[in-house]
Every structure is written in structure tokens, then in C-alpha cells.
């Protein structure tokens, strides 16, 4: 039981740190597909990746892709429609291209 809890623990971690401690790859990974706003784009990476975030966490991690120039925000009534820019897209091939290294190199 012991052994199978200090796996468990570093596996745990090793999703966390690759899923919400890394939206930003998450949310442009989505807007790739198409605009949208911030509740629609958290629905998506619930049922596209299988985890789920906070409001203030896309609403947060938006605004500071917005503010590098990796997505545009323009509204729409009283919505905020979010898009990828090729600042966006350029940075989700290079984080691809990262994992799948990494994964080669396992």
C-alpha cells in the first residue's frame, strides 16, 4: 500500500503541474478551433482534456495572454470573445513540439 501511494503522489503532481498549472497551453489550444468566450472556453477544456477550471483562473490566465499578445479580446454586446493570434499559434506548435520530445525521450 505504501509503494503504490508514493507512485500515486508524483503521478498526481506530474497531471497537475501538465494540465491546470499549465492552462495557458490549454486555452489557446482551444481558441485554436475557434473564438469564443471565457465560460464556453472552460466548458471546452472540460470535455476536450478532462479536467476542469475556476472562473477566475481562465478569466486570469486570458489576461495575461491577452496582454503578451498571444489572443485579442473584443466584445461582442456584453460579451468578451477571445481569439488566438499568430503570436498564439506560433507559441502552441513550439509547446507540441516540446512535449512530444520529451515523450520521445521517455
Known amino acids: 500500500m505504501f509503494?503504490?501511494?508514493?507512485?500515486?503522489m508524483p503521478l498526481e503532481r506530474l497531471k497537475r503541474?501538465?494540465?491546470k498549472e499549465s492552462l495557458w497551453l490549454y486555452v489557446i489550444s482551444v481558441l485554436k478551433d475557434r473564438p469564443m468566450h471565457a465560460y464556453v472556453l472552460r466548458t471546452e477544456i472540460e470535455e476536450k482534456f478532462g479536467f476542469s477550471t475556476g472562473n477566475v483562473t481562465v478569466y486570469k490566465v486570458l489576461y495575461l495572454l491577452q496582454r503578451e499578445g498571444y489572443v485579442t479580446k473584443q466584445k461582442e454586446g456584453?460579451?468578451?470573445?477571445?481569439?488566438i493570434t499568430e503570436k498564439g499559434i506560433k507559441a502552441l506548435d513550439e509547446a507540441k513540439g516540446f512535449y512530444?520530445?520529451?515523450v520521445d525521450r521517455l
Open 17 to 19: 503541474l501538465n494540465t
Open 78 to 83: 456584453r460579451r468578451v470573445i477571445y481569439s
Open 3 to 8: 509503494y503504490a501511494y508514493k507512485i500515486l
Open 100 to 102: 512530444k520530445k520529451q
